[in-house]
């Protein structure tokens, strides 16, 4: 049945055959694409174009196996972070890598090699994957690791889907003390301050991330809220622990006026109060993903949805040039409604991998063309000539010459992919906007 199926931030909406079914490997024979819970902000999960088909990995979710004595997890790619969790963290097992929310497939998290608020200790997913099951675009089944079809392996590691239907997924969980979080919250007063805690601390603390807000006017401009966080020992643990499982929908897309600038900067000024500074024991579901409590949160914005921009500035940069990209950001035509702050470290592995060392920064702004184009051509050349890139995962405004300016490892991907799949069978939107695919 061909539907309209949209990414995240529902900016750009596709008719599209989307197959779902139990058997992953049956679905993906003739389709263009796979994809999740279509949590990626922009169009890397849909298809180029109406009338082709594309895969939905949902259904085929089964955990397939566990050794204890590697906490090697095998699993299909529609398993989500949200059944792991429900299942391991009560048994003293997570997931080595959490992105900001739990709604998210296996399968995605290898094709996007994502990260988390560790990623200055743990790097992103693709380092904690041992084996990956495909289906190629020439119909065969076939099997990568880091040391066996490596080539493979690592084009699919932040691939976006584009080298292979990802099947089945093997990989390292990690053994926690308890499924409980000790947290620490602070407020910091300026950005400058901000960005040195936020490193200094990444010395001391697993998970590390920073809340600033881009709303308040004058001096209060970039004040911030550091979380760090690790996890709880058993002394600390509380009991008995359980799933969050209330959660609350927003039923219709808001009109765009309810969500105003007026009105987030009144939230933001709350939410700053409120975070004080406190430390204690929180559920790990709060740590990680504070935005899942509320669902289908993404209808705030309104029909015409929204943009989050998320983009890495290099370690090699001053301080200054970090200053420098707010004050671009204060001068953009749209405003920031939310933003959050991490410390990098090592660079993914994958051939294109978004993760670099540096400060990465994810900036939620409503889309209200045309100067949503206009904000991301100019923050991607501030981007580009720093030396920085852009994440696909949430992109949608990008220009190709941009993003070929800013990927220097574009032709090695695209020779990996033409190995695999020389006909480019497969595809998506995004790189049929990217990287020159016919439609
Ligand atoms: C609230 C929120 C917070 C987020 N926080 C973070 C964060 O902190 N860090 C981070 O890195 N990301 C973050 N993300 C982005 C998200 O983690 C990634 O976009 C992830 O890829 C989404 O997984 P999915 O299953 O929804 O995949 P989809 O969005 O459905 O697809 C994403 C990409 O993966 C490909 N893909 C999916 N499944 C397969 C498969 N089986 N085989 C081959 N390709 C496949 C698709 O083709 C597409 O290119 C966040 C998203 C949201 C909505």
Redesign the pocket.
């Known amino acids: 049945m061909v539907q309209e199926i949209s990414?995240?931030g529902r900016v750009i909406r596709v008719a599209a055959e989307e197959r779902v079914s139990e058997d992953?490997a049956l679905i993906t024979r003739d389709a263009v694409?796979?994809?999740?819970?279509?949590?990626?902000?922009g169009d890397?999960?849909l298809p180029p174009a109406s009338g082709l088909v594309v895969a939905n990995?949902r259904l085929a979710n089964r955990l397939l196996a566990f050794d204890a004595s590697t906490g090697e997890l095998t699993v299909e790619?529609?398993v989500s972070l949200h059944d792991i969790n429900r299942v391991f963290l009560p048994r003293g097992w997570a997931s080595p890598v959490s992105?900001?929310?739990q709604?998210?497939?296996v399968?995605?998290?290898v094709?996007?090699d994502?990260?988390?608020k560790n990623h200055h200790r743990e790097g992103s997913f693709g380092r904690h994957v041992r084996w990956l099951r495909l289906r190629l675009a020439s119909g065969q089944i076939a099997e990568c690791t880091p040391d066996e079809e490596a080539g493979l392996f690592w084009a699919t590691v932040g691939g976006?889907?584009l080298t292979?239907?990802?099947?089945e997924v093997r990989f390292a969980m990690e053994r926690i003390p308890s499924p409980w979080i000790w947290q620490e919250v602070r407020q910091i007063a300026s950005l400058e301050t901000m960005l040195t805690q936020l490193r200094e601390e990444g010395v001391r603390w697993p998970f590390t991330v920073a809340w600033v807000d881009l709303l308040a006017r004058g001096s209060l401009f970039g004040r911030s809220v550091l979380i760090c966080g690790r996890w709880a020992d058993v002394s600390e643990a509380r009991h008995p622990f359980r799933p969050v499982t209330r959660r609350r929908r927003v039923p219709v897309d808001v009109p765009e006026f309810v969500l105003n600038p007026a009105l987030m900067r009144l939230y933001n000024a709350g939410h700053h109060r409120t975070c004080r500074g406190s430390r204690g024991v929180v559920h790990p579901e709060t740590f990680f993903y504070p935005?899942d409590t509320l669902a289908d949160w993404n209808r705030m914005y309104g029909k015409r949805g929204f943009i989050q921009y998320q983009c890495v500035i290099p370690a090699s940069q001053p301080v200054s040039k970090v200053l420098e990209f707010f004050d671009l950001v204060r001068s953009l035509p749209l405003p920031v409604y939310l933003c959050v702050f991490k410390d990098f470290g090592a660079p993914g592995d994958g051939l294109i991998s978004f993760p670099a060392p540096g400060f990465t920064v994810a900036m939620d702004l409503p889309n209200r063309p045309p100067h949503t184009q206009v904000a991301v051509d100019r923050l991607n050349e501030f981007v580009l000539s720093v030396g920085g890139r852009v994440?696909l995962?949430?992109d949608a405004h990008t220009r190709p010459e941009h993003f070929r300016a800013m990927e220097p490892r574009l032709a090695a991907f695209n020779e990996a992919r033409r190995r695999w799949d020389p006909e480019g069978r497969l595809r998506?939107a995004?790189s049929v906007r990217l990287m020159g695919d016919r439609p």
Not at 164 to 167: E, Q, S, T, V
């Open positions: 990414g995240w992953l694409l796979t994809r999740g819970l279509g949590r990626s902000y890397a999960s990995s790619a529609g992105p900001g929310t709604f998210v497939t399968g995605g998290m094709a996007a994502v990260h988390g976006m889907g292979g239907h990802i099947l935005l994440y995962a949430k998506s995004l």
